[in-house]
C-alpha cells in the first residue's frame, strides 16, 4: 500500500493536502521533512505534517523529491508553528515557511548550497606505530601526511594539505585507497561576529538585587515566565548571563536571547560573546542566506547552544532548549508586519511552555501587557529598583518649548541670528552641552524625525506637499536635497511653486535630525558630531561603525532617532536632551502615549552611567502630558496606572483584547464597500452565533493611502482570546474577497500599530 502524508504549502488556504510518497523518497520523508510537490501546474515546497488519510475515490498526487536527509522541523516547533497559525490565523504552511532559514523556504530547489569544503578525515582505527612500521614501510610519504592530519586531529582541509603543505594528491588517494582515510565534506559556518574583537568577560559579582534575580530564575518552573522590572543601568544584562551560564554551561542545555535589532545592540551581543564565546549563533540581518543556513545548522546540531538574534531567533532549531531571554519586551519590533503577523513575546512564552524552558522579559519600562500579566499573576515579577554601584538615575527637567518663540526679532529691529537656533536648542541645552564639551564628556540628542524639515507649506494658500501615492506628506531632505515619502520611499526634487496657488515661497515646516545637525556644526565647530538615522546607516554595519566610535571617545555629540535610546551603554554620557518630545505624541493610535513614554524613559536611561552622573532635558509643548510628566519624575507606576485608565472607555489593550482588520485595494470605493460589507457580513455572524465580540468601525485607517492602495480597518474586541479566536478563523475561512481593485484583507491581532 502507498504511504501518504499531509503536506502543509505556503498557500492562502487554510487547510493541508494529502500526496503519496514512492519508493524513492519514502526512506527520507517523516513529520517535518520538506517536500517538492507539485499544486496547480507549480512546484512548491511543503512540510510534512503527519500521516495522510486514505479516502475513498482520491487518487493523490506524488511527492517529487525530499530534498533533505534530515527533516527540518523538529516536533516542538511543529507545535510552536501549529499554535501560532491557530492564534494568528495564518495557513500552517505559511507559519512553517516564517520559522525557516530564507534558503530552506524558497522557491522548489533543492537544498541550499552552502560553502563546503572537503577534508581528509582518518579512519577511526589508527594503526599501532608497530603496525605503522610496516604499512608505511614503501610510503613514507603516506606517513608524513598521515601523522600529520593526526597531529590536526584526525581531520584536516584538503586543500590546506595539498596548497598549503604542499603534498602530491597522489600521495593523499593512497590513504584513501588503503582505506587510511574518507575524503568527506564539511560545512564552513561564517560567522561575521567572529571578526570583531570578544571583548573581557564582566568581572563583577552580582549585587544583592541581581543575586536574588538570578536565583529566582535558576530555580522557576519549566514553563515559567518571568517579568524582569530593572530601571535602565541596573544590570539585567548580567542577570541574563548568569541565567544562561547556569542552563547552558552547568546544565548543557540551549537558550535563546532575543533583542529588538541586532544592529543597534551591538554591546548587549559583545557581552554574550564575552562569556560564551563559540558556543554563541549571532542571527544578524547582515548575515546572507548562506550564513544563516549555516548559523540554523550549527544550532540544529548542537554545536552552537546560544542562539542572539531579533525576533525571528524565536524560531532557533535548537534541541532541548533552557531558557529564552526577551531583553526590551515592551519593543515594536518583535511584531512581525506580515503575515503571520506573530509576536515573538509571545511564541516566546508559548515555546517555552511546550519545552519546557523559562522565559525571563526583560525592560525598564514594560508593555502595559505584560505589567498586567505579571500583576495577574501569570508572570513572576522581578524587581532590580536601582542603578548598579549606587549610581543614581539623571534628574529629568522639561523646558517649555511654549515659552520660546522662533525667528522672533528683537525689539532692536535686526533678525536675530541666534533665534532659529534657539528655537530648536533652548539656552539651558545649549549652555549644558557647552560644559559637556569643555569637560570632554559626551552628550546624546534624540530627535525622533528624520529628514531636514518634516514637510513643505505654502503659506498662501496651506497646501502641503504631499506623496503622489500615499496621503501622507513628503519630507525634505537636503543631502542629497530631495522631497522623499517616508512610507514607500518615492522621491523628487523640491520644487519652486506652490502646485496649487502658484506661490513663489514655500515654507519649510517642522524640523528633522539634518537640521538639528546643521544648526549643531554652526554653533559648535568644533564638535565630532555623529547623525544616526536610517539615512546614515544604510551600510551594513553602519550602526555598529557609529556606536563604537562613540564608545571610543571620538564623537562628542551623538545625535539621532529613536535608534539611540536603546541599550547604550556608555559611561561617559553625561547628558541626554530630547529635542522635541511630542513628535508621535498625538498620533491617532492607543498605543501612542505608551510609546512616548517608553522612548523618554529609555532614552534618559542613556545618562548618567558612570560616576560622573548626568543630566536630561526634556523639550516640549505639553510638559503636563502624563507620558512627559512620568518620564520626567521616573515614574512608571503612575504612567501605567493613568494610561490603564484611559483605555477603559472605549477598552483597549490589555483591558481587552484586539484584533485589527485591514481591507485595501486600488480604488477607495472598492474598498470602501469591502470594508461595510465585510463589517454587516460580522455583524450578522457574531448575531447568529450570539458571540461577544463587539465590532467597531470600519473607518478609513489614519493612513489613508500608502503605496496607491486605500485603507479601510475595522476592529474587534472581545475579552476572551478564544471568542475572538473563533471568529476569526470564520472570517479567514469564509468570507469572500471579491477578485476585483486588486482587494485584500489582512488580519493583525494584538497590533502594536493601527496606522
Ligand atoms: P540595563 O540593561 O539594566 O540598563 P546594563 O546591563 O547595561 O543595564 O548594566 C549597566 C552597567 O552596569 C553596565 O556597564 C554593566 O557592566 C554594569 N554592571 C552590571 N552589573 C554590575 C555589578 N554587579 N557590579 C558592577 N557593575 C555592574
Ligand atoms: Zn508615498
Known amino acids: 500500500m502507498a504511504l501518504l502524508v499531509d503536506v502543509a504549502l505556503p498557500v492562502p488556504l487554510f487547510r493541508t493536502f494529502t500526496y503519496e510518497v514512492n519508493g524513492e523518497t519514502a526512506h527520507a520523508v517523516t513529520i517535518g521533512s520538506r517536500v517538492v510537490v507539485p499544486f496547480r ?14 479516502r475513498p475515490g482520491m487518487s493523490p498526487k506524488r511527492v517529487l523529491e525530499a530534498p533533505d536527509p534530515h527533516p527540518v522541523i523538529g516536533a516542538p516547533l511543529l507545535a510552536l508553528c501549529r499554535w501560532m497559525a491557530e492564534y494568528y490565523v495564518t495557513p500552517l504552511g505559511v507559519a512553517l515557511r516564517s520559522a525557516l532559514p530564507a534558503a530552506l523556504s ?12 572537503r577534508v581528509a578525515v582518518l579512519s577511526r582505527e589508527l594503526p599501532t606505530l608497530l603496525r605503522r612500521e610496516r604499512i608505511f614501510a614503501r610510503a ?11 597531529t590536526f586531529g584526525g581531520r584536516a582541509p584538503v586543500d590546506h594539505l595539498l596548497e598549503q603543505l604542499q603534498f602530491s594528491p597522489s600521495v593523499l588517494k593512497g590513504l584513501v585507497a588503503r582505506n587510511l582515510a574518507v575524503i568527506d565534506n564539511e560545512v564552513v559556518a561564517r560567522d561575521p561576529f567572529a571578526s570583531r574583537p570578544a571583548p573581557a568577560p564582566p568581572a563583577h559579582s552580582p549585587t544583592v538585587a541581581q543575586q536574588a534575580a538570578i536565583s529566582a530564575l535558576t530555580t522557576g518552573e519549566p514553563g ?43 554591546q548587549t551581543v559583545d557581552r554574550f560573546r564575552a562569556v560564551f564565546g563559540d558556543s554563541i549563533a549571532v542571527l544578524h540581518s547582515a548575515l546572507s542566506d548562506g550564513e544563516r543556513y549555516d548559523a540554523w545548522l550549527a544550532l540544529q546540531r548542537g554545536e552552537k547552544r546560544i542562539a542572539v538574534g531579533a525576533r525571528s531567533a524565536v524560531f532557533a532549531p535548537v534541541p532541548d532548549l533552557g531558557a529564552i531571554v526577551v531583553d526590551e519586551e515592551h519593543e515594536g519590533s518583535y511584531k512581525q508586519g506580515e503575515a503571520p503577523r506573530y509576536h515573538a513575546r509571545e511564541l516566546a512564552i508559548v515555546r517555552a511552555r511546550q519545552e519546557g524552558a523559562v522565559v525571563v522579559l526583560g525592560s525598564a519600562t514594560p508593555s502595559l501587557e505584560s505589567w498586567v500579566n505579571a500583576h495577574a499573576g501569570k508572570y513572576r515579577l522581578l524587581a532590580l529598583p536601582d542603578r548598579v554601584g549606587g549610581g543614581r538615575l539623571p534628574i529629568v527637567e522639561a523646558v517649555d518649548l511654549r515659552a520660546i518663540r522662533a525667528g522672533s526679532t528683537p525689539a532692536g529691529g535686526a533678525p536675530d541670528p541666534d533665534a532659529l537656533f534657539r528655537s530648536v536648542i533652548s539656552d539651558p541645552v545649549r549652555q549644558a552641552l557647552g560644559e559637556r564639551l569643555d569637560r570632554r564628556e559626551q552628550s546624546i ?30 519630507t525634505y531632505h537636503r543631502t542629497p536635497e530631495r522631497l522623499i515619502c517616508h512610507y514607500c520611499h518615492h522621491a523628487e526634487p523640491p520644487r519652486a511653486k506652490c502646485r496649487r496657488c502658484g506661490g513663489t515661497v514655500l515654507r519649510q515646516r517642522g524640523l528633522g535630525t539634518q537640521q538639528v545637525e546643521r544648526l549643531l556644526s554652526e554653533r559648535f565647530p568644533s564638535a565630532r558630531i555623529a547623525r544616526m538615522d536610517v539615512d546614515t546607516t544604510s551600510g551594513k554595519w553602519a550602526h555598529t561603525e557609529i556606536l563604537d566610535r562613540v564608545a571610543r571617545g571620538e564623537v562628542d555629540i551623538l545625535l539621532g532617532t529613536q535608534m539611540i535610546a536603546k ?36 532614552v534618559a ?13 526634556i523639550q516640549t509643548r505639553v510638559p503636563t502630558h502624563h507620558a512627559v510628566r512620568c518620564a520626567l519624575a521616573h515614574d512608571y507606576r503612575t504612567f501605567v496606572r493613568e494610561e490603564l485608565d484611559g483605555r477603559v472607555k472605549p477598552p483597549y489593550p490589555p483591558n481587552v483584547r484586539i484584533a485589527n482588520v485591514g481591507f485595501s485595494g486600488t480604488t477607495e470605493d472598492a474598498t470602501a464597500r469591502l470594508a461595510s460589507r465585510c ?11 450570539g458571540s461577544p465580540v463587539t465590532i467597531v468601525g470600519p473607518a478609513p485607517s489614519p493612513v489613508e493611502r500608502i503605496k496607491n492602495r486605500w485603507r479601510w480597518h475595522l476592529l474587534l474586541k472581545s475579552e476572551q482570546p478564544r471568542d475572538l479566536t473563533r471568529v476569526l478563523r470564520y472570517l479567514a475561512e469564509r468570507f469572500e474577497v471579491p477578485k476585483a481593485a486588486q482587494l485584500r484583507l489582512t488580519i493583525d491581532r494584538d497590533p502594536v500599530s493601527l496606522l
Open 224 to 266: 515559567e515566565t518571568f517579568l524582569l522590572h530593572g530601571v535602565t543601568g541596573s544590570g539585567k544584562t548580567l542577570v541574563y548571563i548568569e541565567l544562561l551560564r547556569r542552563v547552558v554551561n552547568e546544565r548543557g542545555r540551549s537558550a535563546i536571547v532575543l533583542v529588538p535589532e541586532i544592529a543597534l545592540t551591538p
Open 605 to 617: 536611561g542613556r545618562a548618567g552611567r558612570g560616576p560622573k552622573g548626568g543630566q536630561v532635558f
Open 106 to 117: 524558497g522557491a522548489a530547489s533543492p537544498a541550499p548550497s552552502v560553502k563546503t569544503r
Open 445 to 474: 540628542l534624540l530627535l525622533n524625525r528624520r529628514g531636514y524639515s518634516a514637510f513643505i507649506q505654502c503659506p498662501t494658500c496651506g497646501d502641503v506637499v504631499a506623496c503622489p501615492n500615499c496621503s501622507i506628506s513628503l
Open 41 to 54: 501546474q507549480r512546484r512548491e515546497i511543503g512540510i510534512v505534517v503527519g500521516e495522510g488519510t486514505p
Open 567 to 602: 541599550g547604550l551603554d556608555f559611561p561617559n554620557v553625561t547628558l541626554v536632551a530630547v529635542v522635541d518630545a511630542d513628535v508621535g505624541i498625538n498620533l491617532p493610535d492607543f498605543r501612542a502615549s505608551e510609546r512616548c513614554f517608553q522612548l523618554l524613559s529609555q
Open 140 to 150: 613514507p610519504q603516506q606517513r608524513a601526511l598521515f601523522e600529520l592530519i593526526e
Open 679 to 689: 463589517a454587516a457580513w460580522l455583524h450578522a455572524l457574531v448575531a447568529k452565533v
